[in-house]
């Protein structure tokens, strides 16, 4: 038995699409020079597999509950997974991961199913799922530049969580951090974090394609690190997310996990997760996987109804559940790779039927993003079609914090959503103060 | 040696201010119906003494490995100080404590401490330290209805944070809960979490002293449990954050604690919570503990500087630090008792103090709430003054997560909150949209 300590083991990049292209992780380098393809991180698995399952799962146990970074961090606890011969001391760790597992015992119970638990990755420190992938890029960083490699900045040219992971874990290694933006196209409020997190945000005359070019000419040649969605260091992270359910549960996979999907990363994430566990043994089968799109935005519903046909780039509509908005998906091909393996499906789900999924979780106490509200839409279509059996056990991964969408919530309850008709709105009762108004107000509780 | 089962334990009401009133757990009673003082649990510290301190820092750890809930709790993991004789079957946790300890490294350098830490309580479900409490309330109403107590619904008269968490556990409990508020004076933007968590908020002709009225009148008679701040089950799930952020530091105390103050409940609770580790051997010293409040509310640190002079009773003035905007504290003596028994300072915040705090640590990665910000500054205040000496090792309660507070940070980067000087705003750059002013502008990163 492999005394396993992470050192022991190496990652490096390979061609996620074939070619036999390899390079070190401290290359700076996105996408195959030889055939354009993305990029994954490759694990020595052989080497991997001479520590037994039993052994992997006490170590992290062991982890899990130790107090302090990085043995804490959900990512971290588990690094020889990750990026194994990273230097500790290179790790940038908020305390991503370990998040609430959480059970909606009233809506298993209404749509037959044995179990239904919510993964709450957005209780996290900047409220978002990319939280667990930021940290190994931003780590990653961290190590190229104690290495030498001239890299000045971290930059992207995203709203939203992305930018807000990115400058939260940059300003905490002390990595300058550059948000790309079109002038006028994102309010203040949507980029209050990185701003709070000091990163420099350029507002530029130009629309979001301006910006990306920008920031891929700019980022070709001046040191700057590009951190956009093609990035695979992020995956390492991210597929942490199988791996922690799985230890949620006791090892025992459920028989479905169902998970929002735009530009598709976090799906092919959770299928490198599940790959890797099963590979080494520390689940003994393959749970299904769904992946949920918004109908506005579906080119891979498209696609896998027509038997997995090729994508499709579509025009994206304006979309509630707007992180995902996004007609040509950049991990595409990576997804599909995972349905296949993992006899997945895909459904999507329309701006009311995600709204009020949202809305019906809520009423369980969690606090639901509409992406989030995405995946238990389709959870409700998939059991109603009887793809996904009553009796299931079934894991739906909660991609980001409802307080990031207070006014999505807010325009629920009022029924003030477009397209939307609010089955569950709970506007305030309004009553003069007297007891009797009241006590009638309350006469049918309890 | 105990076998020390959380069944081998009681706790019970008492006094806190002297008289001999003791109560069972299962009554329903919130002040001493002797003396009027307020209540706390009081827990039979002689049996927890069997349990020597290494074998409750074993099980805390262990049970901190453990994945699932009550186990992976930062309350219920400690069950046995929270409320032992509880059965596991009634308690309602999603998932609250286990927060991250952020460290703050270039703030310390600065200031000259050997360590600054921020204990991110708003990491959390419902994005506030109210979970670690609330988790205890409702789990001890769902306890009380279960052994057949008329409970119909649990009440509070608060906007904010109170509201949000009960929200939230109640409807995990799915038992009802009802919000008191004053029509027109609250946004449904304020109340999104409890209209979201399925609350029955009732919207009364009234200001808030009509609210507090009509909720003790509706709580005195019909069912109704009663869930505002003098509530003192709340206080031992709160007093874990000391607990756990000892288990953080390895159970060497830091030498001081700041913690912001309102109502105080979160003072006293903090100051119980090391007494208990005190007084069972886990830690061998007391930190010192710092209470900060809101110049624009401030009776406390008046009190202080007159030699903890009894409480004079005042009008508080609108400040950035809302939830901390109270003029009358409800547990001034207890947290007087707990500062005196800590060696404790008060030291209040301006406006700009509070705002320009919050800023300086944001830059370090985290997002913090201004109350946390009126913590911060106090510390900076305190060790400019040499009441912390430099060298010290600090950790400062982070009270809520920055997200419920949007508005706060876009009007500081803006430069637009009253009375506040923005020093560290961070507004986007605006530039056209060539290569050569991208470079310009990052000509001097990295």
Chains 1, 2 share one sequence.
């Not at 309850?413 to 609010?422: E, I, M, P, Q």
Request: a neutral charge.
């Amino acid at each position: 038995m492999s005394n396993g300590t992470s050192s022991d083991f190496r990652a490096e990049f390979a061609c996620s699409e074939g070619c036999d292209f390899r390079a070190s992780l401290l290359d700076v380098v996105y996408r195959c020079p030889r055939c354009g393809g993305l990029l994954e991180v490759a694990h020595d698995v052989a080497a991997l597999r001479t520590v037994p399952a039993a052994e992997w799962k006490r170590r992290f146990e062991t982890r899990f509950g130790s107090a302090r970074l990085p043995d804490a961090s959900g990512v971290w606890g588990k690094r020889e997974w990750a990026y194994p011969q990273l230097p500790i001391e290179d790790i940038v760790s908020l305390g991503e991961g370990r998040v609430p597992l959480k059970p909606l015992p009233r809506m298993a119970a209404e749509l037959g199913l044995a179990a239904l638990e919510l993964k709450e990755c957005g209780v996290s420190p900047t409220g978002s799922f990319k939280d667990w992938g930021m940290t190994v890029l931003v780590s990653a960083v961290k190590h190229m530049r104690a290495r030498g490699v001239p890299l000045r900045a971290v930059a992207c040219a995203s709203t939203g969580d992305t930018s807000a992971a990115l400058s939260a874990y940059c300003a905490a290694a002390g990595i300058p951090a550059v948000v790309f933006l079109p002038r006028n196209k994102v309010s203040l409020a949507q980029l209050v974090q990185p701003i709070a997190n000091g990163a420099r945000v350029l507002s530029l005359d130009t629309d979001f394609d301006g910006c990306m070019k920008l920031v891929q000419a700019v980022t070709a040649d001046t040191g700057l690190y590009l951190a956009n969605s093609m990035n695979s260091l992020r995956i390492e992270g991210q597929k942490m997310v199988a791996v922690e359910l799985c230890q949620d549960l006791g090892w025992e996979p459920p028989d479905w996990v169902v998970i929002p999907g735009g530009n598709l990363g976090n799906a092919s994430a959770l299928g490198k997760g599940f790959e890797l566990m099963f590979e080494l043994g520390l689940i003994s089968r393959r749970p299904r996987i769904a992946v949920a799109q918004a109908q506005k935005a579906n080119p891979l519903a498209r696609s896998f109804r027509g038997g997995f046909q090729e994508l499709v780039p579509l025009q994206a509509e304006p979309t509630l559940a707007s992180a995902i908005q996004i007609g040509n998906p950049v991990s595409f091909k990576r997804a599909v790779k995972v349905l296949k393996a993992f006899d997945g499906v895909v459904e999507d789900a329309s701006e009311s039927e995600l709204a009020n999924a949202a809305a019906r979780a809520d009423r369980e106490g969690t606090f639901t993003c509409p992406h989030t509200g995405v995946a238990l839409a389709a959870l409700e279509k998939l059991v109603a079609r009887g793809v996904i059996a009553r009796g299931s056990k079934v894991v739906v991964v909660s991609t980001a914090h409802g307080l990031k969408f207070a006014d999505f919530k807010v325009g629920y309850h009022r029924g003030a959503l477009a397209d939307v008709a609010s089955q569950f709105a709970n506007p305030p009762v309004e009553l003069p103060a007297t007891l009797d108004a009241v006590r009638g107000a309350l006469a049918d509780l309890g």
